[in-house]
């Protein structure tokens, strides 16, 4: 048939709705849905007659693939996979998994009402962020707080309420970007803030902030470089000289450590990040901080420090636009509670528990896998390799781990992406043309899933 002939054969709507299997399918889904779906598959079928990839009509064919198509359809978009990458706080498969304290927190808050801003004691209207604040101060010596939506509109509103029209001093080799292309410069002016950088890319001393303060300097502002490392010809202003400083000036100081640990993780091995504490105790004015990342919560973007600014920062009209929700707020406050027995924080947090965990436990957990996937005939070995904490946190603080490495009998990007169209989906790192799963983010209730998922993919 030439493709007039075809098209012409291709049944019609109607005609495909009055199809036994398609009546099924509309007695569990919505009509509106059905019809997209058939709607869908005929364009995409008519479109590949006209482009001579179809030569033959097959009408058993084409209700199959409405029926996949429904099925595609109805599930989430939002959707868990299996993180086999090695990256602990993964930007992109929403960093912080929850500890399980959280996560019952959060289900029983979602699930009826709550005192949100109700004042049990007394009977009236109370405030939404007294929750967060009891239990930051629980685990912090610090005189108040507050927490918004995230690290970034933690820093923005910061500037925008200390000094909106005013200047701001940073070092010009702390002037870094976030994820999604956010940079501190642009954040600082949208906050109204004026950036005024000092000293340069490598080398900045506590002379270069000291000459740049005049009468419309609002605050100095210390940036830790939590996403990346400079090393070599390299100088910096510690928290403490910047403190001492402000002090002699009076100007508050104010540092954004990005990525917050309550945990002091120098015993851990990782000598380049403070802790939140740390900088507090050098006598920092406020800090800011991720909820998400090495704290190992929901997120959030924390601002700890001195009352008299938190005031102010509270009154801000824009905290309304950057609050956070309920459930969001039982997260938090469920994780900090872990945080007061720092063992139990590192056994129940995942984040934690996954960056510290020792390689010893970490190899038995590939060497599962890898004898799972020998057994369904997969060549498979395990091997030593580096996996990074990830998420803007640690930078250069790569750690041993084990992980298994496949060899595919196609080319490794084709293997990856039926992986990604698993269910549910795997998400592995190729490496000198070998498949990698990386044991320290796999969990050991998912090597059953991974295993099926590496045999189809091998099949398909």
Avoid at 212 to 232: D, W
Wanted: charged share 25%; with cysteine; hydrophobic share 40%.
């Amino acid at each position: 048939m030439n493709k007039s002939e075809l098209l012409r054969h291709i049944p019609s709507v109607d005609r495909i709705l009055k199809n036994e299997e398609i009546q099924q399918l509309l007695n569990k889904h919505p009509h509106p849905v059905v019809l997209e779906c058939v709607r869908a598959v005929l364009d995409r079928w008519r479109d590949n007659i006209l482009n001579e990839s179809i030569t033959v009509i097959d009408k058993k064919k084409i209700v199959g693939e409405i029926k996949e198509t429904i099925n595609r359809n109805k599930k989430y978009s939002l959707t868990s996979v299996i993180n086999a990458t090695g990256v602990v706080i993964h930007t992109n498969l929403g960093r912080a998994i929850l500890a399980e304290e959280a996560i019952k927190h959060v289900v029983e808050t979602a699930t009826s009402y709550s005192n949100l801003e109700y004042d049990l004691e007394k009977g009236q209207r109370g405030k939404r962020y007294s929750h967060i604040v009891n239990a930051i101060k629980k685990v912090v010596d610090v005189p108040s707080a507050v927490v918004v939506n995230n690290n970034a509109a933690a820093v923005f509103i910061c500037l925008n309420s200390l000094a909106r029209g005013k200047e701001v001093i940073v070092s010009r080799g702390e002037l870094v970007e976030i994820g999604g292309s956010f940079r501190i410069p642009d954040v600082m002016a949208q906050s109204g803030a004026v950036l005024k950088e000092v000293g340069t890319t490598n080398k900045t001393r506590i002379s270069d902030y000291a000459s740049a303060i005049n009468e419309n300097t609002a605050l100095l502002l210390k940036v830790h470089k939590s996403n990346f490392k400079i090393t070599g010809f390299t100088e910096e202003v510690s928290v403490s000289n910047l403190v001492t400083l402000g002090r002699e000036k009076e100007i508050p100081v104010m540092v954004d450590l990005g990525s917050g640990s309550f945990i002091d993780l120098k015993k851990y091995g990782f000598h380049d990040e403070p802790s939140v504490q740390d900088i507090l105790s050098e006598g920092a004015d406020i800090v800011t901080f991720s909820g998400d990342k090495l704290l190992g919560s929901a997120q959030a973007g924390f601002i700890l420090g001195k009352s008299e600014f938190i005031e102010v920062i509270s009154k801000n009209p824009l905290m309304r636009a950057l609050r956070v929700d309920k459930m969001t707020l039982a997260a938090v406050e469920a994780t900090l509670r872990l945080y007061l027995d720092e063992r139990k924080a590192i056994e129940q947090i995942p984040t934690l528990r996954m960056i510290l965990e020792d390689t010893e436990s970490i190899k038995k957990r590939a060497t599962t896998l890898c004898k799972r996937l020998k057994k369904e005939g997969i060549y498979a070995y395990t091997k030593e390799d580096i996996s990074m904490p990830g998420g803007g946190s640690l930078p250069e603080s790569g750690v041993k781990t084990y992980v298994v490495a496949v060899k595919p009998n196609q080319v490794p990007q084709e293997f990856t992406k039926k992986l990604r169209q698993a269910e549910p989906p795997v998400i592995a790192r190729i490496k000198d043309d070998l498949v990698i799963f990386d044991a320290r983010t796999i969990q050991e209730k998912e090597i059953p899933l991974i295993v099926r998922a590496v045999k189809q993919s091998l099949t398909i």
